[in-house]
Every structure is written in structure tokens, then in C-alpha cells.
């Protein structure tokens, strides 16, 4: 009997003889934490506490997906079992692929599929008595302001990029600003990226709708931080294959522009359908474009920084 077999019997989740290698596939998926996804006698995601994850991150998305099995059925996996003393979540596997593999598949964003994220981001912002769970903010607002500690365990290719930053005073500017603006009024999932947007297909044929995996980070926050991110998400995927080895400065800026004007068209699907979910009256519609626009910046410098972990240059 494996170790994570044991754990599911434990939580009566299978049978003794199920908990048996046999006829029970394990995918390892882990990232920040230790993740995996089970297809046998139960089909299930199981979470275990990492090295890097944050502190309490699972019982932060134990009460997240409680609050949405209540609020929003559907946008989230379900829980299946949760034990406190081990720290150890089962939610339900969420069937069809990720909108990142759609993506390499298709080769870029559908349109509709643009809107569709797009509007399930605005149903979650639009909710109300959001759950009194602050969200992880981005460390990458204060990417050209680092401490001791956050500049000890990183690599040649992400101090660069830090300098790159502060060497940018307009940068430096917007990353403040979006500091100070951060509003705390909506419950957010915190870390929009493709591998955390499940593309499901619906039973009415052809339809399709997306669900949202990976709630560690989730809480009340800033709803421009997800939007924003799903905006640096489509502009990554077409700027990215642009960055040729010895392409010139020229080269890139042309290549770039291009990019930006491939981009538009699912940007704006997924801006208009969030925007029309969300409609809030009291806030100017150019302040929260502007605070989209500076978070999507910032989005795209914690892409840089990600990528820079494995890359000689940022």
C-alpha cells in the first residue's frame, strides 16, 4: 500500500484493497506544493504541504472552495476530503484539458474562449460578503524594492532583471502606484495562468465553459490583479516567439508591435465580457482600466522572472 493510498483510506475516500497500486494511476504535478492527481477507484487532486508554499495555503484553499461550492457552483473544484491535522485537501479532478494545452493546440486564444474567461473572472469579482480571507499579494510589485532576503536565492539572470527594472524610473512609478491602489473588495483566485484554467465542455453540445484549479493564493483582493493577469497571459503567448537569439533591437520592436496587434482581438473579448459582468457604478471606469493596465505590466515582469530562474539573461 503506497503512502498516498494509505492517506486516502484514511479519509474515506477508498476501500483498503483500492488503496493497492494496482489499477491506480498517480500523476505528479507538484509546484509549491506536493500535487497528485489520481485516476482510480476515486479520481481526485491531492494537496500535501511543500518546502515553497506559503504558510497555511491548503486551509486557505479549503475555505475558498467552500466559499465557492456556496457562492459559485461550478467555477471550482469541489471538496472532497480535508484533513486538518495532515494538511492534506482532496478535491475533485476537473475533467477536459487545460486552456494551456488548448493554446498550444490551437495556437493561439480563441475569441470565445477569451470571453468566457473573461466573464467567469467577472462573476467572481461581482460576488458580494466576500470571506474575510486576505488574498496573497503579488510579490512582484515590490520586485525593484527588495529586501536582503529576497535578493539571497535569486539567480545572475533575475538580479538582472531586477536592475533592468529600477533602472526604469516609469516602471519603478507604475509598480508604487499599483501599490498604493490595491483595493481589497472582491474575492479573487490570485494566480491566473492557462495551466490553472480547465476548458469543459458543456452537456448542450459544442459549448464550452472554463473552471479555475489552484486556490492557494485566493482570498479578498484586488479584482484588476486576475483580469490583469489573464491579459498578460494572451500577450506572453504572442510576444514570446518573438524573442529570437541576435534578433535586433528593431527586429523586436516590429516584432513586438505585431504581437500587441495579434493580441487585440481576444483582449478585448476578455476585457468587455469581465468589464460587462462586473460594472461597478462607483468606480470610474478609467481608474480601474488604468489599474488593469499597471497590474498587467507588472503580470508580465513576474513572467520575466519566472522565466529568468532558468535562463541566462533575463
Known sequence: MTALGSRLWSLGLVE????????????????????YLVDGPVRAAVKMPGTLGPPGA?????????????????????????????????SEWVEGPTLAASVRRIGDLPVTLAACVGDTLGALHAGVDPPQVAAQRPGVLRIHRPGPTALSDRTPAQLDLVRMVQRTLVACAALDDATVEWRDTS??????RWDNVIVAELDNGGD??????????????????????AIACVLRDELAPIDRPGASAWDLTIGADCALMQARPAVFAMWTAW????????????????????????????????????????
Not at 474575492?187 to 491566473?192: E, F, K, Q, T
Not at 468589464?275 to 508580465?300: C, F, I, K, N, Y
Open 58 to 90: 491548503l486551509q486557505r484553499e479549503r475555505d475558498m472552495l467552500a466559499w465557492l461550492s456556496e457562492r459559485h457552483p461550478g467555477l471550482g473544484p469541489r471538496t472532497l476530503a480535508w484533513d486538518p491535522i495532515e494538511a492534506t485537501l482532496v
Open 208 to 229: 464550452v465553459a472554463v473552471r479555475l484549479v489552484d486556490w492557494e493564493l485566493s482570498g479578498c483582493g484586488e479584482p484588476c490583479w486576475d483580469i490583469a493577469s
Open 187 to 192: 474575492v479573487i483566485h490570485a494566480d491566473i
Open 16 to 35: 483498503p484493497i483500492d488503496a493497492l497500486d494496482a489499477g491506480c494511476a498517480v500523476w505528479d504535478v507538484s509546484g509549491r506544493n506536493h500535487v
Open 275 to 314: 468589464e460587462t459582468r462586473v460594472d461597478d457604478q462607483a468606480v470610474p471606469l478609467s481608474d480601474v482600466r488604468r489599474r488593469a493596465m499597471r497590474l498587467t505590466g507588472a503580470r508580465l515582469v513576474q513572467f520575466a522572472d519566472e522565466m529568468a530562474v532558468h535562463a541566462a539573461h533575463p
